[in-house]
């Protein structure tokens, strides 16, 4: 080796040498930094730790606060309303075999639930104290309040609490007068100084869609506001009803709200809110409450001279819902078909039948019959109306004066059992068991002599069953053809085919149904 190849090897080892060290130094300076990155941040963890930034509620500030407004301002309006009753309880007649559920489970077999119904495990006919809860809504300084009529009626005592009243105070209150028809009462307590009112709105301004607010005392909590949406207009939930077309909402409504205000996004009271849908009695989404313009006509009324809502009516009865299988039999196209007129009623008197096709009231078309029910009870007794109708496809008129609802419908069929007769029951291929009427079950039922049969019993899932019929009911004709005997329900039926429209005239029984005459119809199957 020569010595330019020394001097090269000694460069070769110095350089390695040199770069091990800077290796081992750069390692050794980045553990060191690492360490102390550590530890520096073990150190602000236990810092932070032991003292954490304290909390704080900020400053108060202006949100949406339109209902709190509202609110506020109709609350003090909003009474909560205590009454006591004396209840002896009823007893219940058993349905006889194959029955099915009787009369008196109508009311609570019903998913419309009562907002004040309390069941109670009576083991004999003792009379019982029941204590209600509701609610309503001062309408006058001088202490006029609605609420719904089931709050007080057959209340021994009626008691008002007012928003500000100390616990333990009531105020003893008189009802003023009440409406069966809209399920509206009127009360009224003595007062030293003017109280806080709510204002009325109108209710036709609604639609679907707009918010509301529901006040009232639910469960006896006092001053509860809950607020929703209008689901619908023009709500029918009780059959055969024609004064009580509701407002639907989905403000929570439960029991105790009933008589309360459904309230609109202008603070006025559009509503009183009366009724739930439920299986459980309480809030399940779906709540009622009567419109405003019905308020204020049955309030007028109630507070007049003689307390009570007066309606005109001409005596005829029709069937609530249209079914085009009647327009089809009776040969009309649009209007209301008598399906009953009430004897001596002013109706009978003008010349009017069973089967005319009212069409106009004074030369104003009438589509359905709220649209006449509206028109005639608006009317004050003893004024005329002139009818336009059709009877067998020709057009006529006659002048009705108009009468007292009240005093023309007066007496209505009760829940009697039908029984003691001797005829033998004839089975119709409808499925409907029908027999003669006795002169005395004739008498009961407010049925002429010799007219109509007596539906026995209807086999579930048969045509008579789909169309309506129901035990008690008594069929007076079938397709215009009078049925006076089971032998003449034998003859109309036995000529009807398969595809045939078919309408019974029939007068129903009462206890919770509508107990006057009226159509049911459907199509052979």
């Known amino acids: 080796m020569d010595v330019r190849e020394n001097a090269l090897w ?23 930094i690492g360490t102390v990155v550590s530890v520096g941040v073990k150190g602000q963890e236990k810092k932070s730790t032991d003292s954490a930034t304290p909390l704080s509620v900020p400053s108060p500030r202006q949100l ?13 309006a909003v009474v909560n309303i205590n009454t006591e009753s004396t209840i002896k309880p009823a007893v219940r007649r058993r349905g006889a075999p194959g029955q099915g559920q009787g009369q008196g489970d109508d009311q609570q077999d019903s998913p419309f639930g009562d907002f004040f119904d309390k069941f109670f495990g009576q083991q004999d006919n003792s009379p019982v104290r029941e204590r209600s809860l509701g609610s309503g809504v001062i309408v006058d300084p001088k202490g006029f309040i609605v609420t719904n009529r089931h709050v007080v009626e057959k209340a021994d005592r009626i008691r008002v609490r007012l928003q500000d009243d100390p616990p333990g105070v009531l105020h003893d209150a008189k009802v003023v007068g009440s409406d069966q028809e809209t399920d509206l009462a009127v009360i009224k307590i003595d007062f030293d100084k003017p109280l806080p009112t709510a204002k009325l709105g109108n209710s036709e301004s609604m639609q679907v869609g707009d918010w509301v ?12 506001v809950t607020a929703g949406i209008v689901s619908a207009k023009g709500r029918n939930i009780v059959p055969n009803r024609q004064f009580q077309t509701f407002i639907q909402t989905d403000a929570a409504i439960n029991p105790g709200n009933s008589g309360g205000p459904l309230v609109n996004m202008d603070g006025e009271v559009i509503g009183i809110n009366t009724a739930i849908l439920t299986d459980t009695n309480a809030y399940a989404g779906v709540g009622f409450a009567l419109p405003s313009n019905t308020v204020v006509q049955v309030y007028n009324q109630l507070t007049g001279p003689e307390h009570r809502v007066q309606r005109g009516s001409i005596g005829i009865e029709f069937n609530a819902q249209e079914n085009p299988a009647i327009a089809r039999v009776y040969g009309v196209q649009s209007g209301i078909t008598i399906s009953s007129v009430v004897a001596g009623s002013p109706a009978e008197r003008a010349g009017l039948k069973v089967g005319d096709t009212i069409v106009s009231v004074d030369g104003k078309s009438v589509k359905n019959g709220d649209e006449l029910v509206a028109d005639i ?61 006795t002169p005395e079950m004739a008498d009961r039922l407010n049925v002429p002599a ?18 309506g019929l129901t035990r008690g009911d008594v069929v007076l004709e079938i397709n215009k053809q009078p049925v006076n005997s089971d032998d003449d329900f034998d003859r109309v039926q036995a000529t009807l085919k398969s595809g045939q429209d078919v ?22 199957p």
């Open 450 to 467: 010799g007219k109509g049969v007596v539906v026995q019993d209807v086999k579930p899932g048969s045509f008579g069953d789909d169309v």
């Open 10 to 32: 000694r460069r070769f080892k110095d350089n390695r040498v040199a770069s091990t060290l800077l290796i081992l130094l750069t390692l050794a300076v980045g553990i060191l």
């Open 377 to 437: 009870a608006g009317r004050r007794p003893g004024s005329k109306i002139n009818l336009g109708y059709f009877r067998n496809g020709k057009k006529e008129e006659s002048s009705v004066t108009v009468a007292d609802r009240a005093k023309l419908f007066a007496n209505r069929l009760g829940d009697e059992e039908e029984s003691g007769a001797d005829s033998t029951p004839k089975q119709s291929k409808m499925g409907v068991t029908v027999r003669s009427l």
């Open 213 to 224: 607010l529901a006040v009232g005392s639910p469960f006896g909590l006092q001053a509860t």
């Open 64 to 76: 949406s606060n339109q209902f709190s407004q509202i609110a506020k301002s109709l609350e003090p």
């Open 503 to 524: 309408v019974f005239l029939v007068r129903q029984r009462g206890g919770g149904r509508n107990d006057g005459t009226i159509f049911l119809a459907g199509t052979l």
